[in-house]
């Protein structure tokens, strides 16, 4: 959930109080079976194939078809209590709604009929918040809170989070796993919880994704990992991306990733959001939602292409500058149900929808938006015109989505879609007289791209800003390759195809030859001219590190500024084209129209042409030059 609805920001004084909290160590229990196979038949099971994955903006099955991911968020495993008062109580819990660290409504209605009521909605995926908490957990949870599900009586919380998910799967939908919170405690202000190690480290993190992405992995319907909710400022401290430090929440995502398509699931989606908030909400003082914006200059490489999807949350009360609070914490800053239509959908596209809307960049990728709501006692004429647009502008622009939330309790979170009563009886989105059945109808039924998503070129940069950024599996088989310097090697798959002049970055391509590179493991190490031809001179009075005939450039390594190796790979098929050079140390030198994008911000950059790959790279050590890489030779393909 975007922020407590009764205030983003607390007071200085009351936020120290609320990080004391501390999540328990406690080992998790076994995956147990459970009641799911009682589900309702899998409506949808026969209309898409696990596992998914991308192409450019949109996300596809494994027969390469749509799959518009319709979702909503079923929440309750990440915790309900608000952090102050008695977790027993549930006036101090989240709208009144003790969850007891599951998803709600297990009290209140079966799973099979749930899940009927799900169907009936339109959604084809779930999207699962859990904590790191509950993973831990191993005291059951208490029979009140599944009286309408026996079966699950005695099983700790994440034991009943194992039968949804199966339920789920079951049934036909796509289950995003989603880490919300570290401890069980309702999101999202000054919490403890503010990012993904607010009480943990990044590495403990990292090894509870491993570990849930592993309990899964035999489940093809569990299709995605959801990294992190809502990355935003602590007390003394914003998140950053990029800056190589605890905080920076674009290398740990980058972490969390790799370890999860290396160790556990390399068939899932990576989920990543952007940044939620920064700065002190105070007028005058630099605050906002920087959301996805800093991904136009510094996106994701995953080891496994075709798998990242990148999102961003929106409510009504929040806005660009505005944190959402009501009194302390509020500015003057325009909230998002503040902007006219039109102001909107530019604010949408800036923040957000950039990412999906500009093919061919390194960072185009599917762009879901994970969470956004309102209540269906809304009443003010700004808020219900926010909703009306922002559902259109989902529906014009055919946007992946997930309502915030999927379910809740009659009487208690007028926000969710479904509201049960206690006996079970249900009310919400489904009725004719919730308000805002209609925009959730036309955003179902509007017009949507179906069938075939034709394959489309990739687009991946490395950033050896602070450390190594081989995104290669075949490389790393072949261990370090030069020890001691910064080593950048390009996903499967794809060839290097862009340097920037100080060596810090680099952009790599599958571009009209798809995987270009022979079988095999076989790579040379390039730290001098010996395969320099000779009358072949492409850079004159410069240090030339150039492929053997018949390689390809996949990586390159620096010592500091200094150029110091390239890392070629045979081709599968014989590269004999014609060569030239690309200098790029004076200003950039791109052909025109480069697709990619600004692969190396404020640096000066070199980039093949799409019909050509890079063969060797071009330095000099004299005094007052960088001695980072100046020129690229490029080749025809053919």
Known sequence: MSTLRLGKYLTLASAVLLLLATAPGAVAAPAVSSAASAAPAAEAADTWQPPLSTRGRYVVDADGNRFRMKSANWDGAQGSWTGSGSTDDPADHHAGQDSHGIPL???????????????????????????????????????????????????????????????LTRSGFAVVLNNHTNTSRWCCGIDGNERWNSGQSTQQWADDWVFMARRYADDPRVVGADLYNEVRRDVLDDPNWGLGDAHDWYAAAQLAADRILTEADPDLLVVIEGINWTGLPVDGLPHGRPTLTPARTLSHTLVATHKLVYSAHFYGYTGPQHSGATGIGETHDARYQDLTRDQLAHVLH????????????????????????????????????????????FADHDADFAYW??????????????????????????????????????LMNAPSRTGPVAPVPGWDMLATDHGDQVQSLRVRAGGDWDSGASKAACPDGERLIG??????????????????????????VVTDERHVPQGGDWASGYTKLQCPAGDFLVGYSRRGGRTSAGLCVP????????????????????????????FASGDYKGQCA?????????????????????????????
């Open 571 to 598: 081709a599968a098929h014989a590269l004999a084209g014609a060569g030239r050079t690309v200098w790029f140390d004076r200003s950039d030198n791109r052909p025109a129209g480069a697709l990619g994008g600004d």
């Open 405 to 442: 939330p999927l379910v809740g309790w009659d009487g208690h979170d007028d926000w969710s879609l479904l509201r049960y009563g206690t006996a079970g009886d249900r009310h919400g989105v489904l009725d004719q007289d919730d308000w805002r059945a209609s925009a959730w109808n036309r």
């Open 499 to 524: 340097l920037g002049h100080s060596g810090v970055r680099a952009l790599c391509t599958d571009v009209n030859a798809g995987d270009l590179r022979a079988a095999g493991n076989t790579q040379t």
């Open 350 to 393: 800036d923040q957000a929808f950039f990412v999906s809307d500009e093919a061919n960049q390194h960072f185009t990728a599917p762009v879901w938006i994970s969470e956004f709501g309102i209540g269906a006692g809304e009443t003010g004429a700004a808020a219900r015109a926010w909703f009306g647009n922002i559902t259109d502008y």
């Open 610 to 638: 799409d019909d050509e790959y890079a063969a060797g790279i071009a330095f000099t050590t004299r005094l007052g030059s960088r001695p980072g890489p100046a020129a690229l030779l490029c080749r025809k393909l053919s």
């Open 105 to 167: 409504g297990l009290d209140r209605v079966p799973l099979p009929r749930l899940l009927g009521d799900f169907h009936q909605l339109g959604i084809n995926s779930v999207r699962l918040p859990f904590s790191n908490e509950m993973i831990h957990a191993t005291v059951p949870v208490p029979d009140v809170a599944v009286t309408a599900n026996p079966d699950l009586r005695g099983k700790t919380p994440l034991q009943v989070y194992d039968a949804v998910v199966t339920a």
